[in-house]
């Protein structure tokens, strides 16, 4: 049984075009995250969610948009996508947020190539 | 903004050895962790230390902390092959507790 999924794994599409990456978890978890790896592995945050709020919101454009419709369930909406944004996307999600954040659990990843 | 920096960038040793991996980081924390991440997977969680924790050990992981220096280090006793991954230090720092990666160490074990 997969802690957290994300689908779809590969996603190639055209300069301009609109797409979505989903998440779902099946820890209980309160807090889920969205992290961009760049070519070079460099893994930066995006957004993060705690019991369905919003609490991080990384310099991203608005181009991207988060929504989290329960605890369960975080997706990644990108519209006008550029050739910048080709990266892999990885959903992760923890127990809980705050000081004593734990341990997060990484889905395996959707690699986006924009042409 | 990153907040760890690992050292080295990459570290290519012989089955048996043992591999040290550092990291730096820029602010107080709250807990640093560690995580492996093998080519085309997601990353996963090894070890976590808290900010008032100076060495903490699992299986043939060590990990130190000092605080004074800001710095954390990952020890692998005994690598084996199946170590071959990238390995990042994060840190929970600031008020929003944001979990912050640092570049990362690519780790080669030779057989």
């Known amino acids: 049984d997969t802690a957290v999924s994300q689908t779809p794994k590969y996603l190639v599409t055209q300069m301009g075009n609109d797409k979505s990456i989903k998440c779902e978890q099946n820890l209980g978890h309160d807090t889920m995250y969205w992290y961009k790896q760049d070519s070079k592995k460099f893994l930066k945050i995006m957004f993060s969610?705690?019991?369905?709020?919003?609490?991080i919101n990384e310099t991203v454009p608005n181009r991207f948009s988060p929504k989290s419709p329960d605890k369960a369930h975080l997706n990644l909406h990108i519209n006008s996508l550029e050739l910048g944004d080709s990266a892999v996307y990885f959903c992760?999600?923890?127990?809980?947020?705050?000081?004593?954040?734990?341990?997060?659990?990484f889905g395996e990843g959707s690699r986006l190539t924009v042409l | 903004s990153q907040q760890g920096e690992e050292d080295p960038q990459a570290l290519s040793i012989q089955e048996g050895e043992n591999a040290t991996m550092n990291c730096s980081y820029k602010?107080?924390?709250?807990?640093l962790q560690w995580y492996r991440q093998n080519s085309g997977r997601g990353l996963v969680h090894l070890i976590l230390?808290?900010?008032?924790?100076r060495e903490k050990h699992s299986g043939r992981l060590r990990v130190t902390l000092d605080t004074s220096k800001k710095s954390s280090s990952l020890l692998i006793t005994a690598s084996r092959a199946a170590d071959t991954a990238s390995y990042f230090c994060?840190?929970?720092?600031?008020?929003?507790?944001?979990?912050?990666f640092g570049k990362g160490t690519l780790l080669t074990v030779n057989p």
């Open positions: 969610y705690n019991n369905k709020e919003l609490i």
């Open positions: 230390i808290r900010s008032n924790e």
């Open positions: 602010t107080s924390i709250n807990n």
């Open positions: 994060a840190t929970v720092s600031g008020s929003n507790y944001k979990l912050t």
């Open positions: 992760a999600s923890s127990q809980r947020w705050g000081p004593d954040t734990g341990e997060l659990f």
